[in-house]
C-alpha cells in the first residue's frame, strides 16, 4: 500500500494519533518518502480527554524516534489543547473542529503543503450512515472529501477507498505497534454504538454494506458539486450588498429557493446553517414583508424591504421602563449607557452640527409616541413612525434613547439629528448612537 506519488512535494505531514491507521498510514507515507528524498512529519494533537493521552503521545514519539533511526525520513512533533469543550458542546464536534485547526497549525509552521489523514472506506460507510441518521441532505451524504483545500494546506485521505482488512494487513506485515482508542467502544459517542451495536448486524444482513454506502457518499458527492454550481449561479443574481435580494428568489420553485438559502448561509456563517432554520425562512420568508429569525444567540438573519441579511443579535434590553437620564453631551467623546446596551458617541462635526451649549443639559428616555422629528431644512416635523419608514429603518434598529433638549427632540437613534437643530458654519457636534455588538458575532461573520 503505497501514497500516491503525484501528492508528495516538499514536506509531507501525516495526521498521527498513534492508533493503527495513522501508523499506517505514516509508515507507509515515510517508506515511499525516503525513496523519493522528501521530510516527513508526524502531526500529533494531545486532546485532554482522555488518562491515557500522555502515554499514547509518548508512543508516538518513541515510534517516529525508531522509525528515524532506522533511516526513515521522520520528524514528529505534537501539540497539546489548550482549550476545553464548553457546557453543552458536542465533545465529538469540538474535538474535530480544534484538532483540525491545530494539525493546520503544525503544519504551516513545519513548511509543510499537504497533509494526509487515515481514514478509509469503513469510515466513509460509517459517516454516511451517521449522516442519514441525522436527516442530512446531499451534502452530509456525501460525507469526507478525498481532497481538498483549506487554510492555505492541501488535505488528503488517499486510504478513502481502501478496506479497513488492508490496513490491518499493512500493519500484521510490517509488523507496527499501535495503541488503542478505549473512546471508540465508548457507548456516549455515536459513532462508537453504530460500530459496536449497528455495524456488525448490517454488514451479516448486508455484505456488501460497505462498498454501497461508500458509492453513495460518491454519487452525494457528484449531486451536491452540482447542486453548488446552480447554486453560486443563483447567488450572483439575487446578491445585493452583503444581503440576499429576495423579489426573484420568490418566483422560484421552492428546492430552489432552500438551495440558495443554504448556499447563501453557508457563505455568510462560514459552516452549514441548520437545517431547521433553513426549513422555516423557505415556509416564512415567501409571504413576508419583513421579520428576523435568530441563527445563535449572537446572530440574526433580518428581511427588511425584500434584503435578506445576517445582522448581530440585539442587546436583550428593552427601552420601556427605564427611567429618563440627565446628562453633559457638549464634550466630544463616548458616553456609556450601560442600562441602554450601548454609548452615546460625540463628535465634532466637519460643517453645521448642534451648537455645544444645546447638549449640556440633555435628557435621555425611551419613545412614549407623539414624537415628532425634521429629517431635512425643508422638510415638516413628522412623527417617527413615518420617519423610520420613509428612512427604511428597519424595527430592530431603532432602540437606544432620544435625546432631548429643554424638553425639544434633538436627535433619535437610527435618524440622525433633528434638522431644527443644526446650525450651518462649524464648530458644532454630532452625535451617533452605537449598541454594544456581541464580541463573538464580530470574528465569526
Known sequence: MTTPRAA???????????????????????????ALGLQVVALHVHHGLMPQADDWLATARRQCARWQAAGLPVKFV?????????PGDSVEAWARRERRAALARMAQDEGAGLVLLAQ??????ETVLLQALRGAGSAGLAAMPRAWQAQGLSWARPWLDQPREAIDAYVRTYRLRHVDDTSNVDP??????????????LVQ????????????????????AVLDLHASVDLAA?????GLRLTLWRTWPAARQRQVLRAWLHERLGQGAAEALVQRLGSELPGSRAGRWPVDRYRMVVLYRHVLQLRAAPAARPAEGLASVSIDLSRPGRHALPAWGGVIEVRRARRGGVDASALRACELRARRGGERFQSHAAGSPRGLKKQ???AGVPQWERSGPLVLSAGRLLY??????????????????????????????????
Open 188 to 201: 456516549r459517542f455515536a459513532r462508537s454504538r453504530l460500530r459496536q451495536q449497528m455495524w456488525p448486524a
Open 388 to 390: 423610520y419608514q420613509s
Open 8 to 34: 508528495l512535494r516538499g514536506t509531507v505531514a501525516v495526521a498521527y494519533s498513534a492508533g493503527r491507521d495513522s501508523t499506517a498510514l505514516l509508515h507507509a507515507t515515510a517508506v515511499a518518502a525516503a
Open 238 to 242: 439575487l446578491i445585493d450588498g452583503d
Open 120 to 125: 478509509h472506506r469503513r469510515d466513509q460507510a
Open 412 to 445: 433619535v437613534p437610527g435618524l440622525g439629528i433633528d434638522a431644527r437643530w443644526l446650525q450651518s458654519g462649524e464648530g458644532g457636534l454630532t452625535l451617533a448612537w452605537r449598541p454594544d455588538p456581541p464580541g463573538l458575532l464580530q470574528r465569526n461573520s
Open 78 to 86: 505534537a501539540i497539546r489543547l489548550a482549550t476545553a469543550p464548553a
Open 205 to 224: 444482513a448486508f455484505p456488501d454494506a460497505e462498498v454501497a454506502l461508500a458509492a453513495v457518499a460518491r454519487r452525494a458527492q457528484e449531486a451536491d
